[in-house]
């Protein structure tokens, strides 16, 4: 996608639509089963209030059919489509509609809600109503540019977020392991896994799942057991001998008939989440491999196959941007505030942008807070600031924020990060001091 197409393309589409009488505008609201179209001119008089048409190829057919009829009826010449967009269901129609040479756009769905009860004056919602809402603000030029679609990068932002919902699905079955099952049967087994879907974990919910099986054998004949499936090292067999003192003394109920069912359907259920993760990251990283910004993203400390996958896929074109602020606030980096006569509210990060860059970036951000540079400049930072959880966050979104310039620096210049650079600013400007002041408030939240 070219500079021209991305930036100025926009305005130039505000300018077509709201300067030439000759221009039709066709506003539709896209469900899961039908879709409503309403069409007005430039000078707002409706056209055609209301055509609803089945989400099928004879419905889009029909559709086409009856807007090039009313064109012709009404002597126009241009003509620009809107919608809003409802998840996936409105990208049938948009290819359709491109495929067909029709310029479109997209409307912001904050910005939808607040101009439907301008409409008539009611809170009222109802499909109709919602297809003339998108018009009236394609007449007011309160659109946003469509991109064209990419099937490379909209498919690792598929795959990513695949497997961002697999990873949601195993963080649940943790949940369950440990607050469902375990505390119930062995509560002692938690102080002595950090994870508890280690590989031993699982293990003893195939074999011993409660602390009552654990005390009918000896020590030996329990170690044998992982001996079958897993190369024990010292460390192994020490924590194993931990677990079975442990077990000796647990205060854990005795199992009864759905106990083993159970145990054996978690860690069946978690295994195949495990397989699926890998899959897919073994999918993605194949996918990539032959771009070379996907090498020059990877010598960004924090920024793994996956973080580097999703910046692509993301960002697609660094050459689309005027400045780095404008990727900052497709990622919800932007900062905002609330002000109301003398009151001014603390500024936080809008989080409006795209979810799936942010928690890219923020989960790159821990990762790099490992490398020893960065986390000299972290440490000294926080010191300034006070030791506490909330100026903690805070600085960790300052990380995340620094590593998306470094990310769209080392691609716009082409060449590796190094390391020596970041030393070298720390001396003549720190790395993380180019924030904005009044950051107060809760400026992370859930991600």
């Not at 359709?96 to 004056?121: M, P």
């Not at 598929?158 to 440990?178: D, G």
């Not at 490398?371 to 440490?379: A, H, L, S």
Request: charge should be positive; glycine fraction near 4%.
């Amino acid at each position: 996608m070219s500079k021209i197409t991305s930036i100025k393309g926009l305005y130039q589409l505000k300018e077509a639509i709201k300067n030439n009488d000759k221009t039709m505008l066709v506003g539709f609201d896209v469900s899961k089963e039908f879709s409503d179209m309403c069409i007005i001119d430039s000078a707002h008089n409706v056209l055609l209030k209301n055509f609803r048409f089945s989400n099928t190829r004879e419905g889009f057919d029909t559709m086409l059919s009856k807007v090039y009829v009313t064109k012709d009826s009404f002597c126009k010449q241009d003509i620009f489509c809107g919608f809003e967009p409802t998840g996936k269901y409105h990208k049938p129609l948009a290819l359709f509609l491109l495929q067909n040479d029709l310029s479109i756009c997209q409307i912001s769905t904050v910005i939808a809600k607040d101009n439907r009860r301008t409409l008539d004056g009611s809170w009222r919602k109802n499909d109709v109503k919602d297809a003339l809402n998108i018009t009236d603000l394609m007449f007011q030029g309160k659109v946003l540019f469509f991109p064209t679609p990419d099937p490379f990068y909209d498919g690792i932002k598929n795959l990513f977020s695949y497997r961002y919902k697999l990873s949601k699905q195993l963080h649940a079955m943790r949940s369950m392991v440990r607050n469902s099952f375990f505390c119930m049967y062995f509560p002692e087994i938690e102080y002595l896994y950090r994870n508890i879907l280690h590989s031993e974990i699982l293990l003893l919910l195939k074999h011993f799942p409660t602390a009552y099986q654990i005390q009918k054998i000896s020590l030996n004949k329990f170690i044998k057991t992982f001996k079958k499936d897993k190369t024990l090292t010292i460390k192994s067999k020490e924590r194993l001998h931990h677990v079975w003192l442990k077990a000796q003394d647990s205060i854990g109920c005795e199992p009864n008939i759905s106990t083993y069912t159970l145990a054996k359907s978690m860690v069946d259920q978690i295994e195949f989440l495990k397989n699926k993760l890998s899959l897919i990251e073994s999918e993605i990283d194949q996918l990539c491999k032959h771009k070379k910004d996907y090498e020059l993203l990877q010598t960004v400390p924090g920024f793994g196959p996956l973080h580097s996958a999703v910046f692509m896929a993301c960002v697609k074109d660094i050459k689309s941007y005027n400045n780095v602020r404008q990727i900052e606030k497709r990622a919800g980096f932007d900062l905002e505030y609330h002000q109301s006569g003398k009151y001014k509210g603390y500024l936080s990060i809008s989080k409006k942008g795209n979810a799936i860059l942010r928690y890219a970036l923020c989960s790159a951000a821990k990762i790099a807070l490992k490398n020893k540079v960065f986390k000299d400049i972290f440490d000294e930072k926080l010191k300034i600031k006070g030791e506490c959880r909330d100026n903690r966050f805070k600085l960790q979104i300052k990380c995340a924020e620094k590593l998306l310039r470094i990310a769209c620096a080392v691609i716009r210049n082409n060449t590796p990060f190094s390391i020596e650079h970041i030393l070298r600013n720390s001396v003549e400007q720190p790395v993380l001091t180019n924030v904005r002041v009044r950051l107060g408030g809760t400026l992370c939240g859930t991600i």
